[in-house]
């Protein structure tokens, strides 16, 4: 079992069900995420069971800290940006209006690829959108 991070884990001061107040920390899941990864990086943010190897009956799991959810989403921003010819990231005109492109729907397995393709494009300012077959 891994070991507990030495450090207490710090609850971000928001309540969801309330609209956040203008002089609010966190307004959005982004920041959100920022939050944890730079106050509970070590923290556990979810585990990922992965295919099982060599006809093992379990499948291992890989654990994915708060600090590692935030570098995925980072890295898989540069390689969308680095590879999706058609991405069209928002452009602001001078008067200061912003033009988003047209949205990018995601078609992926229920697992925390999802959520990094869909933060990763959001962070982007890219309109996203699911389709998901089975949920």
Known sequence: MPAMPSQKFILPEF???LAP???AQIKTVAQLIDFN???NPDYLFCLQAEKPVN???D???RRITHKSFRSMISSCQVWIEDHIE???LPVQDEKGNITKGPP???LLDSDVGLL???FALLGLGVPVSLLQLFL
């Open 86 to 88: 058609e991405l069209q």
């Open 116 to 118: 990094v393709h869909f």
């Open 21 to 23: 107040t203008e002089d």
């Open 55 to 57: 006809g093992a009956k």
């Open 15 to 17: 309540d969801s069900r």
């Open 37 to 39: 990864a730079d106050n």
């Open 59 to 61: 499948a291992p799991l």
């Open 104 to 106: 990018i729907t995601l």
